[in-house]
């Protein structure tokens, strides 16, 4: 017997053209992709060598810094041995920012890793490299792009990751999860629906509590 779960996820379509993505894109959003352009930031496809260079002095370090556990570097050279591409953003020779992006479900650019040095954040990486992932989504032919998870009923930081999220013109859909074990389901509809339970959880996988602050200016 299966048992069934909801996993929500933030989805753009990106079926429209580039300029009607561009619109549906809150305005702050748009200010910060434009900021990045004047401030010469680039953007393109990693190498081997960068991504190691991310890894260790961005993603790593911004996540533990953070409280949270990072996911190995073996399990991220394991998503680019399986179709993912590593993405970087440049501000003249230095590394500022990193996404690993990849086909999880069919038509969909699904966003695996994405991180950018709290140094820069003035430059608005961040904004940069998600306009331009949604460019790669749409050169390659994909009908969606997956924010790769949206918080039901969110409180604290959640509730700043989901307001981020909703500004790229996306919607919210719903995905399901199956499994044989009862207690694994029970176990995320309890930690979705009773947001007291969280912090308990986030402190017990050894995460900090803290605020989240998208750049509105």
Same mark, same amino acid.
């Given at each position: 017997?299966?048992?069934?779960? /909801? ?61 949270? +556990? ?5 399990? /991220? ?17 230095? +590394? ?122």
């Amino acid at each position: 017997m299966l048992f069934k779960d /909801i996993k929500p996820t933030m989805l753009i379509d990106i079926s429209c053209s580039e300029e009607d993505l561009w619109k549906n894109i809150d305005r702050s959003r748009r200010k910060n992709v434009n900021r990045a352009k004047r401030e010469g930031l680039k953007f393109k496809e990693g190498n081997s060598e960068e991504i190691a260079y991310f890894y260790n002095n961005i993603y790593k370090k911004v996540w533990e810094d953070g409280g949270t +556990i990072a996911e190995s570097f073996e399990s /991220i050279l394991n998503k680019i041995k399986n179709g993912h591409k590593f993405y970087v953003v440049e501000i003249g020779l230095d +590394i500022i920012g990193g996404a690993i992006v990849g086909e999880e479900t069919k038509g969909r650019l699904n966003f695996s890793i994405v991180g950018s040095n709290p140094k820069y954040s003035e430059l608005r990486p961040t904004d940069f490299m998600y306009w331009n992932l949604i460019l790669i989504g749409k050169r390659e032919n994909k009908k969606f792009v997956d924010f790769n998870g949206y918080q039901l009923n969110a409180r604290g930081h959640l509730e700043g990751v989901n307001r981020f999220k909703s500004m790229w013109g996306g919607k919210i859909h719903i995905d399901y999860v199956f499994s044989k074990n009862p207690f694994y389901i029970l176990g995320r509809k309890v930690y979705r629906n009773m947001w007291f339970i969280r912090p308990i959880v986030d402190i017990l996988r050894g995460r900090k509590l803290k605020q989240f602050a998208p750049d509105n200016n």
